[in-house]
């Protein structure tokens, strides 16, 4: 879109969207051009991981704007909440230019095989339950609308958004993602047994020894009863966290995951994604009802496994 994109704290851009001159000088990009080593390295681990489903992802409009907007400090959404309440007629503006790019690009994804997409925002859960409705809920809605004829399931997941966990399944997404501060059997409450969900261990976690991570993993998965529920860390695995250099089966997430039956539900994956491949680049995704199916509906969950959780650790 133009914009210079560094990580000195966290990630920003350069220059920083402020006025509409600065919105206009964005250029709308056509992610087949500008993004399309993301749908080779797709297809290339779509090849080398045939019985395991690939997740597609993408930040989200509002936390994409929080980078784009001037913030001090680590107030990450600073900018963008300012932004929001002094000139409502620019953030709009921003989050729709957004809001196409983005769903272009899970489009993108899931046609270059992805058999799952999901829409991360961080920073969305630092607004008010009103604001996040009116301001942020309806671009959520606008990027799932723009890929349900593609047919692979849509996660969503809100940082901090315990507060809004309601409305986030209004959104259109299959799946809710869930951070580590709510917990599931809470989340699951408050949505009911028909919206399916993702998470939650701290991903601090991950630096504690593998019998404490073994004891979490195992709570979290006896919550869910192996119901609608995809196991994940509550947000991104984080600078740092000591897994270099081991194999993932020797981890006590995967060692949890080990089972015959994984091999057999996850064809169900292996097919969606043959299926879009066979059908190109512009083709639309076929072949993916199953896996959608067992995401969507809480009674089948994407692997449900006897002695553990199916595994997506945002690694």
Request: proline content about 7%; overall charge positive; aromatic content about 8%.
């Amino acid at each position: 879109m133009g914009c210079e994109v560094s990580y000195p704290t966290g990630g920003r851009t350069r220059p920083p969207v402020a006025t509409k001159d600065d919105l206009d000088s964005l250029r709308d990009p056509d992610p087949k051009e500008s993004l399309a080593f993301v749908a080779d390295a797709l297809r290339k681990v779509g090849r080398r991981c045939r019985t395991r489903p690939c997740f597609g992802f993408a930040g989200a409009p509002f936390t994409i704007a929080s980078y784009m907007t001037e913030s001090p400090g680590r107030e990450r959404s600073h900018g963008a909440r300012t932004m929001l309440y002094k000139d409502l007629g620019l953030f709009t503006a921003l989050m729709e230019k957004l809001t196409d790019a983005i769903g272009a690009f899970l489009r993108l994804q899931i046609e270059a095989g992805a058999d799952a997409v999901q829409l991360f925002d961080t920073w969305a859960g630092d607004l008010t339950l009103r604001d996040y409705e009116r301001h942020v809920l309806p671009w959520h809605r606008k990027i799932f609308d723009a890929i349900a004829d593609l047919g692979a399931p849509r996660i969503l997941y809100v940082g901090s958004g315990g507060n809004v966990l309601e409305l986030m399944a209004q959104s259109g997404a299959d799946v809710i993602g869930v951070d580590w501060r709510v917990d599931m059997a809470e989340a699951r409450r408050r949505l009911g047994p028909d919206v399916a969900l993702q998470g939650n261990v701290d991903p601090l976690l991950l630096f504690g020894p593998p019998e404490k991570i073994r004891a979490e993993v195992r709570r979290v998965h006896e919550q869910m009863e192996g119901r609608g529920h995809i196991f994940n860390l509550g947000h991104g695995i984080l600078p740092g966290t000591p897994v270099g250099g081991r194999r993932p089966s020797s981890t006590p997430f995967w060692s949890l995951a080990r089972d015959g039956k994984q091999r057999k539900r996850s064809v169900a994956g292996r097919s969606a994604r043959d299926d879009r491949r066979g059908a190109g680049a512009s083709g639309p995704a076929r072949g993916a009802s199953g896996l959608v199916d067992e995401i969507r509906h809480a009674g089948a969950a994407l692997h449900e496994l006897p002695d553990g959780p199916f595994v997506f650790g945002n690694f």
